[in-house]
């Protein structure tokens, strides 16, 4: 049986990545103080303006010498996001990068569309990614094709398309779907064709060209479109069931939160040593991405339900 977690309507994606970092700060014992940037991935801002970001800055305790910016990407968000905070470790000389992913999906989508309505899930996500000399190193690859833009998209409701009393009202739309243009609208041949043609593709040629033997991989752990997805791109990449993490079948599709809260999903219980991961991203945008990381020793709070 597949649950998700839906949002009131006044909790906000930013208040999910709050109690996310609080609990984190609680866990590792680090103070807000110690914080050098705050990278808040989302597309459920708060406000169109400001970023979100400026605001969980203040939020959360941090200095006002923190850098706070907001990325608006969904499903690929948290590579992106992790590729963007290394980058100012490895290149700016920052120490701890705080990424914040969330999104409460449920108030983009009709309760009614069917198309929509029961794989997507609220949530939010806080990962902590700190300078160690020693670590191993993280490679990764992002992808882009915005010639796809419409194939997952709100319609109307931002500048392109003015909201107004027509793109407001819900009705049966060409594909059936009971929705509005100012709801998401998913394109599902589409995407399933990208995500297991394209990602998979990707995934293959990473792995090719980082010389990576699917044997030395302790997991897979994709972003949780759908179980029929997460499937076929395992199969067509040929890794083992007991390799890929799931976490689908309890929280639903969570956007760009999906892939750190399936790794808390699994290890808040028990310690990672050393687990050589291969984790992917994608969706919107479209967009894409795929790293090759060492989760060694990560510290994983409990989830907490808000």
Known sequence: MLEYRKASHD??????????????????????????????????????????????????GCERSTVAFDINLGCSGFIYGL???SSFIAGGGLTNVLLLCGDTQSKLSYEKDKNVCFIMGDAGTATLISRDNN????????????????????????FRSPS??????IKIQSDGGCRSKEHVYMEG???????????????????????????????????????FMTDKIARKLTFPTEK????????????????????????????????????????VGLSWGVADVVLDRICCPSIAEV
């Open 83 to 85: 590729y963007t905070a």
């Open 135 to 158: 670590a191993s190193p993280i490679n990764m690859v992002l992808m882009t094709d915005g010639s796809r833009y419409d194939k997952l998209i709100v319609p109307a409701g931002g």
């Open 164 to 169: 107004t009393d027509e793109t407001r009202e």
């Open 244 to 283: 890929v993490l799931y976490s689908l079948e309890t929280f639903g599709n969570t956007s760009c939160a999906s892939i750190p809260l399936t790794i808390v999903h699994h290890f808040s219980k028990q310690e990672m040593v050393k687990k050589r991961c291969i984790i992917s991203g994608f969706g």
């Open 11 to 60: 909790v906000c994606a930013s208040d999910l990545c709050q109690k996310a970092a609080e609990a984190l700060f609680a866990s590792m014992n680090i103070k807000p103080t110690d914080i050098n940037a705050v990278i808040f991935v989302t597309q459920t801002p708060d406000y169109r303006m400001p970023s979100t970001a400026c605001i969980l800055q203040s939020k959360l």
């Open 189 to 227: 041949m589409d995407i399933f064709n990208f995500s297991s043609i394209d990602v998979v593709n990707t995934i293959k040629h990473f792995l090719e060209e980082h010389q990576i033997n699917i044997e030395n991989v302790d997991y897979l752990v994709l972003h949780q479109a759908n179980k």
